[in-house]
DNA sequence: CACCAAGCGGAGATGCGATCTCCGCTTAAG
DNA sequence: CTTAAGCGGAGATCGCATCTCCGCTTGGTG
C-alpha cells in the first residue's frame, strides 16, 4: 500500500504538504471501504455508500477522491501487481501445461473473488484506459504462459494470448451468476474449456465442479 | 386489460375485441419498434425511445401497454417459440452430436442477434419469472439432445441440462463485449467448448473463428 | 355529411437516486 | 492557547425515466 498516490496528480496542491494524521487515517479508512464494497458489490456502489461504510462524512470522502476514477486507481493497484504475480508463478511451473492450469484458476479466482475485478478489467462499461493500461502489463507474463504450452505441445496451436482474457471473461459470466449459489461453479466450466484447449486427449478430465442441482439452477439463472 | 394480451397464447389471433384500426395499426408500431430496440440495445430502452422510434406519442405507447413487462412479453414470445422450434429441429437430426452442434451454434446465433433475448432470458436481471416460465418450455427438447448425444457415446457422460443454459450464458459474454467488432468470435469459444464436451477426441477441431487482431482486442476489452 | 367517443400527442408533473458543495463545529499540531 | 486543517452531513442540484392529463384529431356509424 503506498502512502499518497502519487506525486504530481493534484491540481491544488503545487507543493505536497503531509496530511494530517487524523485526516491520513480517514484516507485509508476509505480506501479500505471502497476495496471492500467494489469487491462485494461492483464499482458502481456510490461514494456517500463508502464513506459510510468508512464511518466517516461523505465530504471527507470528496475531499480526498475529487472522483470514483482515483479511488479506483487506488485500490486496484494491489490487485493488478497480483495478478502479475500470478502469471509470473505459472512461467516457474515446472510443467507448462500444469503452469497454465494455475493461472486460469487462481486468476478465475481473483476475479471470483472481487467483483469490482471483474468489471475493471473484463467489463468495458468503467473505463477503458484502467483496463487497457492494465492489460498491458499482464499480457507479456501470460502470453510467455500460453507460448511455452504450446512448444512444449500440451496447448493446442490456434491458440492465442488475447485468448485467455476472453476466457476469463466466460468464466466470469458464470461467476457472476451463481456467485450466491455455488461460487466455484465457473471451475466446471473450466475443466470443460481446458479439455478443448488440451493439444490431445482420449478421455474427458473430471470436472470440478458439479452441475446445479434444480434450486441451485433456479436461483442462478432467475 | 381485457386487451388480447392476457389470455393469448397465440400472438397472431385477434380474439373479437373492437380496437379502432388506427389504434391496431400503432400497437403493432410499437411492437415492432420494441422489437428492433429491444434487439439492438437491450431490454432497458425507455418507453419513450420506442414510442418515438414508432413514430407515435408516448401516450399511446402507455395507452396499450401498462408497463414494460406486457410489452416485453409480447415481443418475446415469437422468439421464444423461435428456440423451442430450434431444439426439435436438433432433435430430428440424424446423428446425435451434430443435431447438439446444430443447437448450440442455432441457439447461440439467436442470442447473438438479440441482445434483448440475452437479457430476457439468460441474465437475471429482467424480470425472474418470465426467464424461468421460458426455460420450462425450452428445458424437455434441450434436454432430449443432450440424452441422446450422450446414449450415443458422442456427449460426455458427466454434462447435464442444466449445463446448456449456462454455456449460452458464456457465448453470451463474449458476444457481447465483441459485438461491434467481430460479430462471430463467439463460434470459436464455441468451437472449443464443444472440444471439450466430446467424449473422444484425438486431435482439435480446427476453431471457427480467428482469434481478435491486436485492435480488435483493444476494442473488444475496452 | 354530421356527430362524437375513441384515440392521439407530448409537455410536464412526479419520483428517485447520485453527485457534490457549503459552512458551522471539532481537533491536531506547534 | 491559537489557528488552520479537517470534519460531517443536510441539502442543493442535476439527470433521467415513468406515467398522466387534457385539448385536439379522426375513424366509424347512422
Redesign the interface.
Known amino acids: 500500500m503506498s502512502r499518497r498516490t502519487s506525486s504530481a496528480a493534484h491540481p491544488e496542491s503545487p507543493p505536497v504538504r503531509p496530511l494530517r494524521a487524523d485526516a491520513e487515517r480517514n484516507r485509508q479508512r476509505v480506501i479500505a471501504a471502497a476495496q471492500e464494497l467494489f469487491a462485494r458489490r461492483g464499482l458502481d456502489v456510490t461514494l456517500d455508500d463508502i464513506a459510510r461504510h468508512a464511518g466517516v462524512g461523505v465530504g471527507t470522502a470528496y475531499r480526498r477522491f475529487a472522483n470514483r476514477e482515483e479511488l479506483i486507481d487506488a485500490v486496484f493497484e494491489g490487485a493488478l501487481q497480483h495478478l502479475i504475480a500470478l502469471a509470473e508463478q505459472a512461467l516457474a511451473h515446472e510443467d507448462p501445461w500444469e503452469g497454465l492450469v494455475q493461472l486460469f484458476l487462481a486468476t478465475g479466482q481473483d476475479f471470483a473473488d472481487d467483483r469490482g475485478l471483474r468489471q475493471a478489467l473484463?467489463?468495458?462499461t468503467h473505463g477503458?484506459?484502467r483496463?487497457?493500461a492494465a492489460?498491458e502489463r499482464l499480457t507479456p507474463a501470460v502470453s510467455a504462459v500460453i507460448t511455452r504450452a504450446q512448444q512444449a505441445g500440451q496447448l493446442?496451436d490456434?491458440?492465442?494470448p488475447?485468448?485467455f482474457?476472453?476466457?476469463q471473461?466466460?468464466?466470469?459470466?458464470?461467476t457472476q451468476?451463481s456467485r450466491n449459489v455455488a461460487p466455484e461453479?465457473w471451475k466446471?466450466?473450466l475443466?470443460?474449456?481446458?479439455?478443448?484447449?488440451r493439444?490431445?486427449?482420449?478421455?474427458?478430465t473430471?470436472?470440478a465442479h458439479p452441475?446445479?442441482d434444480q434450486d441451485e439452477?433456479?436461483q442462478?439463472?432467475?
Do not use: N, Q
Not at 471473461?169 to 458464470?174: D, N, R
Not at 475443466?191 to 484447449?197: E, K, P
Open positions: 473484463l467489463e468495458s477503458k484506459d483496463a487497457a492489460r493446442r490456434d491458440i492465442e488475447s485468448d482474457p476472453l476466457i471473461l466466460m468464466l466470469g459470466a458464470v451468476h461453479l466446471r466450466y475443466t470443460l474449456i481446458l479439455d478443448g484447449l493439444r490431445d486427449r482420449d478421455h474427458p473430471p470436472l452441475a446445479l439452477f433456479d442462478t439463472m432467475t
